[in-house]
């Protein structure tokens, strides 16, 4: 199992609906998902780790990972396939140490000039971002733009995929370059149609 497939992946967006979850991830999987991460930090472990082994039954041999931010107690206890930190985590060493290989961990960058410092300490991809203007980062984190996100791609340091407003319209031309993928909130959990949409995102990146 290797980050530099993961060319889109879905992020939840905190609503705690276990059925919608499993409902989007899987129609989106019929489009081409790569990876499902689990931003649920309200959500009770039980609930959580239930979540957790119906979506790997139901997406693993669709060839789609299940990742959970921040969680990673829970990640592990309940068989995900990795977890995505953020600064609600444990710190990346102490992580690391607690899930050996092949469990992959993420971190989420906001510089792009740390990557090599994020490997050392047991990183094995980064989501990067803001990429764009995003309602979730407004007055927090200035966006970063598609060149700076890609520098820090073309280092090679580590499978680097961009996040933040992406959506049909802005995802043109993301995956002629050197990023690994793109994660998406908005663009999946609130589209009416989760395949399209990830066929549509999909399309449009290699454009």
């Not at 499902?36 to 309200?42: N, S, T, V, Y």
């Not at 119906?54 to 206890?77: C, T």
């Amino acid at each position: 199992m290797s980050a530099q497939r993961f060319r889109l992946v879905a992020v939840s967006d905190n609503r705690g609906d276990a059925a919608r979850i499993e409902r989007v991830a899987m129609e989106a999987a019929e489009g081409g998902l790569a990876a499902i991460c689990l931003r649920e930090p309200d959500m009770p472990a039980r609930r959580l780790g239930q979540l957790i082994q119906r979506l790997a039954d139901q997406l693993r041999p669709m060839g789609v990972s299940v990742l959970v931010s921040d969680r990673i107690d829970v990640a592990i206890a309940s068989g995900a396939d990795g977890a995505q930190l953020g600064f609600r985590a444990v710190p990346l060493e102490e992580a690391r140490r607690m899930a050996p290989r092949p469990f992959l961990i993420g971190i989420s960058a906001h510089e792009g000039d740390d990557l090599a410092e994020l490997a050392r300490l047991g990183a094995d991809y980064a989501f990067l971002g803001p990429l764009f203007d995003t309602p979730s980062k407004r007055g927090w984190r200035n966006a970063m733009g598609i060149e700076k996100v890609e520098a820090a791609a073309a280092s090679g340091v580590l499978p680097v995929l961009a996040i933040g407003g992406i959506e049909l319209g802005t995802a043109r031309g993301l995956a002629r370059g050197r990023l690994a993928g793109m994660a998406v909130v908005r663009a999946i959990f609130e589209s009416e149609n989760p395949r399209r949409a990830a066929q549509a995102l999909l399309a449009e990146a290699a454009s």
